[in-house]
Nanobody
Framework: QVQFVESGGGWVQSGGSLRLSCAAS????????VAWYRQAPGKQREKVAT???????NYVDSVKGRFTISRDNAKNTMYLQMNSLKPEDTAVYFC??????????WGKGTLVTVSA
């Protein structure tokens, strides 16, 4: 199965921006719909944004207009541009396949901390 490594997290003040990156292990990455997920302290993991193999995108309502998902199949990489960050965006962010039932392995994620 394709495996993913997340990077780019950090600390930012409210209103700031961060760009997350996700490196995939296989060139077949380009065939899959993939997604960014996040898990805040004490909460369940939620899917934040999805991008299909033909680059159709979808977002959870709480990030629409602020986050942008993209992919570069030539580099086996996916991105999440996060603007106008809010404290409630604080979470560990993960990338993986968009179909949750197909996921066999989760990476370590990357921590995003947004201060008020």
């Amino acid at each position: 199965q394709v495996q993913f490594v997340e990077s780019g997290g950090g600390w930012v003040q409210s209103g700031g921006s961060l760009r997350l990156s996700c490196a995939a292990s296989e060139t077949i990455f380009k065939l899959y719909a993939v997604a960014w997920y996040r898990q805040a302290p004490g909460k369940q993991r939620e899917k934040v944004a999805t991008i299909t193999s033909i680059e159709t995108t979808n977002y959870v309502d709480s990030v629409k207009g602020r986050f942008t998902i993209s992919r570069d199949n030539a580099k086996n990489t996916m991105y999440l541009q996060m603007n106008s960050l809010k404290p409630e965006d604080t979470a560990v962010y993960f990338c993986n396949l968009a179909i949750v039932s197909a996921i066999q392995y989760w990476g370590k994620g990357t921590l995003v901390t947004v201060s008020a």
